[in-house]
Nanobody, 123 residues
Framework: QVQLVESGGGLVQAGGSLRLSCAAS????????TGWFRQAPGKEREFVAL????????DYADSVKGRFTISRDNAKNTVYLQMNSLKPEDTAVYYC????????????????WGQGTQVTVSS
């Protein structure tokens, strides 16, 4: 069993930066791939970034490539999402999620989810 808690969201002006954290409980978190997803009002939850259990493989949605960076520190059971050059269209609730097995951008394939953290980017 893995429990995930996101933090680091907030209000920021366009062009600014935020770093989200996803803290996990459970001794085996280092064996889970982790993804960040987001959901804006009235829209479906969408993939943002993922990282393999070792950190050796990462992937990003085209909309965030070059601006967002995902990383993990397995010693701290934490995954991070560094978000730079934020745009108003990045406004959403951001969720982290974890799964074992094949890496995927499909939200439904992830077993464990956090409660989400709000990111609001003003123009």
């Amino acid at each position: 069993q893995v429990q995930l808690v996101e933090s680091g969201g907030g209000l920021v002006q366009a062009g600014g930066s935020l770093r989200l954290s996803c803290a996990a409980s459970g001794r085996t978190f280092s064996s889970y791939a982790t993804g960040w997803f987001r959901q804006a009002p009235g829209k479906e939850r969408e993939f943002v970034a993922l990282i393999s259990w070792s950190g050796g493989i990462t992937d990003y949605a085209d909309s965030v490539k070059g601006r967002f960076t995902i990383s993990r520190d397995n010693a701290k059971n934490t995954v991070y999402l560094q978000m730079n050059s934020l745009k108003p269209e990045d406004t959403a609730v951001y969720y982290c999620a974890a799964k074992t097995g094949t890496l995927t951008v499909v939200p439904g394939a992830y077993f464990y989810w956090g409660q989400g953290t709000q990111v609001t980017v003003s123009s």
